[in-house]
């Protein structure tokens, strides 16, 4: 009997969260509406709505939305108070004046139909969530009494993030109720969403609602909403602009017409990252275009200088870009993006050279050294263990989709430009571990806008290996993110063998079976690495396509397997194929590299985790 009485009681917890549910989202739905919010209103909108917005898919995730409905939690009478605590904030005006001083008066009118969101999400929950707005209707069709339109008598912005921050703590507190793979799901589904959002919008609202001190994003998001709102005032980054195809041959140089200075406020301080040239010592690349990356010294402190050979005759377009490029270099300054922070950038007066400065990683003045993944791949006698190059793969998996969150492209993922720092007292030989991987070379990047200037990257022959047969030579598409998720997977595959990617590629054309088995063991020789021939070499680049989609015994795949296991061999395939799974952006602009970045990346940080 006492079954059926547990039964019965479960039912009606379900049936009284229904009901509190629904109060909630009508509270969500008028406080949205209300008229009256102030200057900072659709800042404050904008979180309400995410907020509503995360009630919601805890609800579908629970089953509220079934018929019948279920509450599919471990411990379903933990729910209800929380529920209610939600309601009482998001409904009772005495409690909103009360408990935060926010006044609001009931008016006469009803409200009609729920609006969509202004602001959030913008077309992406059009797109893809379209579920979330068909769930608000239907909450609205079954309410028993008419939702009066409220409007604020006195509020306060900074009254109402207290609310704000208390319905946040009772979210929080519904998603804690969840089975472990639930909230696991909500988490990454969320992290995907915010970063489509992040990646796709230009809307200065949507962007401060996500960068504002007490947003809930989670924080590597919100640094990388951060980049792309300091690249939209720098005009790096912005909207494509409608009508452009007929005319975006001729103007390679269009900035997005939608962001002139007269919508942000001018950035003004790229021009004062100019560095003197004559403050700059002990360097070589002033003078010699084979020196590309150095570290020395300006104004007596270490520094890194990555040189940018200019074409004179695009230099007075390029200059004022270089000077935007260092502004928004210098505001990768969050852990998440595995960079060096950029302190400015010069000009070489005698060779007309551009530099940008880096501050190295260490406490300024002691020594510094650096390598990069390219000097250790090359030395067979450094054997960093997995756990160490499961690191270095992680850290350049979530720079990749830090930038591209941001809106930006590397364009340049090769391992002469995955750095390692040492202070240079104790040197490079105290561990086999590598410390922590950094990226670089950031000459090429650009925003993500197709119309914007593209500059020739490097002829250098070593880096065609790491690209994308689609972006290179004539037939050239314009660079998407799937082509630097093709880089990373050939970074990853290195990383797996522990050897430079021509060593792989010519093992495998060479048919030694038996060198390829060794590869990475640290016993093969130099010469293995280097094409004997230009015939060779050409030859490599013509099979590289088949040599990484291949699979089966034999392959590079199957041995990757051997050597790294089934996830990392997938994760690298999945980068590697990026270009034919996503097929880049469908008409809507919308792609989904962002969700398979998300996903190597969460593969990669559970492989660290278990090994
Ligand atoms: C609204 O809140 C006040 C103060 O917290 C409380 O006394 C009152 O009962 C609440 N009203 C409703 C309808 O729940
Ligand atoms: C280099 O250029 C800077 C700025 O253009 C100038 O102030 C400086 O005198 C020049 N130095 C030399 C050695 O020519
Ligand atoms: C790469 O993606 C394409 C398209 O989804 C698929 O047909 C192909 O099998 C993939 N390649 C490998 C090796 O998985």
């Known amino acids: 009997m006492a079954g059926i009485g547990e039964a019965a009681s479960i039912i009606s917890i379900v049936s009284l969260s229904v009901q509190l549910f629904d109060g909630c989202i009508k509270g969500f739905v008028l406080l949205s509406a209300a008229h009256e919010l102030g200057s900072r209103g659709d800042t404050l909108r904008c979180q309400l709505e995410w907020e509503q917005y995360h009630l919601n898919d805890w609800a579908t995730t629970v089953g509220l939305f079934r018929d019948p409905p279920e509450l599919n939690v471990p411990y379903p009478p933990l729910v209800q108070r929380t529920l209610s605590n939600l309601e009482q904030l998001l409904t009772n005006a005495t409690k909103l004046n009360q408990d935060y001083g926010l006044d609001v008066l009931v008016t006469d009118e009803d409200i009609r139909d729920v609006q969509t969101p202004k602001h959030l999400f913008g077309r992406i929950l059009d797109k893809n969530k379209p579920r979330f707005l068909s769930d608000t209707a239907k909450v609205y069709s079954r309410r028993n009494s008419a939702w009066k339109k409220l409007r604020w008598a006195s509020v306060d912005a900074e009254k109402f993030r207290l609310l704000l921050k208390d319905i946040r703590y009772f979210n929080k507190q519904l998603q804690g109720f969840l089975h472990d793979t639930d909230q696991k799901k909500i988490c990454r589904e969320d992290n995907v969403l915010m970063r489509s959002i992040v ?23 919100a640094a990388s909403a951060r980049l792309k709102q300091q690249g939209i005032l720098l005009e790096l980054v912005g909207p494509v602009p409608y009508h452009s195809s007929a005319s975006s041959s001729k103007t390679a140089f269009a900035l997005p017409v939608t962001y002139s200075s007269r919508k942000y406020p001018s950035a003004g301080s790229s021009s004062q990252l100019r560095c003197n040239p004559d403050l700059l010592s002990g360097c070589e690349g002033h003078k010699s275009l084979v020196v590309s990356r150095e ?84 030395c067979p006698t450094r054997r960093p263990s997995l756990n160490s190059r499961i690191a270095i793969a992680i850290n350049l998996a979530e720079t990749v989709l830090q930038l591209h969150t941001s809106g930006w492209l590397h364009k340049c993922i090769r391992p002469e430009n995955v750095l390692f720092f040492e202070n240079g007292m104790g040197g490079w030989e105290n561990s086999a571990d590598l410390p922590q991987a950094y990226l670089g070379g950031y000459e090429y990047a650009r925003a993500d806008n197709p119309l914007e200037a593209t500059e020739a990257p490097s002829a250098q022959r070593h880096s065609q290996l790491y690209r994308h047969p689609l972006s290179i030579g004539q037939g050239r598409i314009s660079f998407s993110k799937s082509f630097d998720l093709y880089s990373l997977g050939c970074v990853l595959l290195e990383l797996g063998f522990w050897t430079p990617l021509q060593g792989i590629f010519l093992s495998y054309l060479r048919q030694k079976s038996d060198a390829a088995a060794n590869l990475g063991d640290g016993a093969a020789p130099i010469s293995l690495f280097t094409p004997k021939s230009d015939t060779e070499y050409y030859s490599m680049l013509g099979e590289k396509q088949r040599l990484l989609r291949e699979t089966g015994p034999g392959t590079i795949y199957a041995d990757l397997e051997f050597k790294m296991g089934v996830r990392y061999s997938q994760v690298v395939l999945k980068c590697i194929n990026a270009t034919a799974v996503s097929g880049g952006e469908d008409e809507e602009g919308f792609d989904d590299t962002l969700e398979v970045q998300e996903e190597c990346l969460e593969t990669l940080k559970a492989l660290a985790a278990a090994i």
């Open 295 to 378: 570290i020395a010294l300006y104004d007596r402190k270490h520094i890194i200088l990555e040189w940018k050979d200019v074409d004179r005759a695009l230099e007075s377009k390029l200059k004022h870009r270089i000077a935007n490029v260092a502004a928004l270099l210098a505001e990768m300054k969050d852990p998440a993006f595995h960079s060096l922070s950029c302190l400015g950038y010069l000009k070489a007066n005698r060779s007309g050279r551009y530099a940008y400065l880096f501050e190295p990683p260490f406490a300024v003045g002691s020594k510094v050294s650096m390598r990069s993944l390219q000097d250790f791949l090359t």
């Open 199 to 221: 990646s796709q919008t230009s809307d200065k609202t949507l962007l401060n609602s996500i960068t504002e001190p007490l947003s809930t994003v989670d924080a590597a998001i």
